[in-house]
Nanobody, 125 residues
Framework: QLQLVESGGGLVQPGGSLRLSCAAS????????MGWFRQAPGKEREGVSC????????AYADSVKGRFTISRDNAKNTVYLQLSSLKPEDTAIYYC??????????????????WGQGTQVTVSS
């Protein structure tokens, strides 16, 4: 059974940092593009950042470029999202997704077939 489990969310002050993790089980990440989406209250889910199977290509939403960094460790079957210089508008539930045989850019446009349960990120003073 394919499963993604996110962790690392929490409450942080504006300007602060967090690192989100997404651990996969039931399959190997080697053949999957991976990505992070987020959904704020009253808004649609949006692609935040995605990474290709081997990590050579990445994609970022304009709103997070220069502040967020996606990475992956296939040996640990885990994908990370480093959030820095956080703003109140980054407050959302962050979801991890996996998509086989696709590109980072395509995954961020549509999402994958497998999703995690989400982790809450709240940016507030």
């Amino acid at each position: 059974q394919l499963q993604l489990v996110e962790s690392g969310g929490g409450l942080v002050q504006p300007g602060g940092s967090l690192r989100l993790s997404c651990a996969a089980s039931g399959f190997t990440l080697d053949y999957y593009a991976m990505g992070w989406f987020r959904q704020a209250p009253g808004k649609e889910r949006e692609g935040v950042s995605c990474i290709s199977t081997r990590g050579g290509r990445t994609a970022y939403a304009d709103s997070v470029k220069g502040r967020f960094t996606i990475s992956r460790d296939n040996a640990k079957n885990t994908v990370y999202l480093q959030l820095s210089s956080l703003k109140p508008e980054d407050t959302a539930i962050y979801y991890c997704t996996a998509g086989p045989r696709t590109t980072a850019q395509a995954l961020c446009a549509t999402g994958g077939g497998t999703w995690g349960q989400g982790t809450q990120v709240t940016v507030s003073s």
